[in-house]
């Protein structure tokens, strides 16, 4: 089920480079829809039930944010990084990342379908339920993370890597998987859309691990002889 190069190998996903200039702390009082936001820190900062949808997040630092059912759907957010963020049903559809890391995260219920992420890095920290359903994706690393649950239904994966994090019941239905290099995933669990994994890299282990899903989504019967 996995496709490989004619050099035996995946394209590796390209990782952000983001270089934060001197920021200035955020002063304001809450977001606001299709506001601009430009070299701000963000330290601390309960962002929780606040409206940013459309808003733009330019070379900024958000640290230590309360997320809880903050409205960021159509944002956009660029060459910024997040970390220790916090937060259930955070709603970032549509919204666009680019050049973002995110660092030991811990979200839960997360809208980001049809979201577009592009260079970016999640290291660290635990997403549960996090729902990319028609995303795409390209030059994304997942590393040292813990993704329970994840949603990639008719996404779009393209250079993405998984390295030293936990994959659990993953629904890959419908997605395209292109040099997607699952190898360092573990535990690398698909609940449904197995047979979607033609494009990705696995290991031989894993491959053992996978062989019941991939025999009940083909069909086959596995019994002993005799039996």
Request: with cysteine; glycine share 14%.
């Amino acid at each position: 089920m996995a496709r490989r190069t004619t050099a035996g190998a995946v394209r590796g996903a390209r990782r952000p480079e983001v270089r934060l200039p001197p920021l200035r702390p955020y002063g304001g009082t809450g977001l606001e829809p299709d506001g601009d936001y430009d070299g701000l820190e963000f330290a601390d900062t309960d962002l929780r039930g606040q409206d940013g949808s459309g808003a733009r997040f330019m070379d900024c630092a958000l640290t230590g944010c309360a997320l809880d059912e903050t409205a960021l759907r159509r944002a956009r957010l660029l060459d910024s990084v997040l970390t220790g963020v916090r937060g259930v049903g955070t709603d970032l559809a549509e919204a666009t990342l680019r050049d973002v890391e995110l660092v030991d995260a811990r979200l839960g219920g997360t809208q980001a379908h049809g979201a577009v992420l592009e260079r970016v890095l999640v290291r660290g920290g635990k997403i549960d339920y996090l729902n990319l359903r028609g995303a795409r994706l390209k030059d994304v690393v997942f590393e040292g993370c813990v993704l329970a649950e994840p949603d990639f239904g008719g996404a779009r994966l393209e250079r993405v890597a998984f390295v030293g994090c936990a994959l659990t019941g993953a629904d890959l239905s419908a997605a395209t998987l292109t040099d997607v290099d699952l190898r360092g995933a573990a535990p690398l669990e698909v609940a449904r859309g197995v047979a979607r994994l033609a494009g990705a890299v696995i290991s031989p282990g894993q491959l053992l691990d996978l062989a019941p899903v991939l025999a009940a989504e083909l069909g086959v019967r596995v019994v002993g002889e005799g039996a």
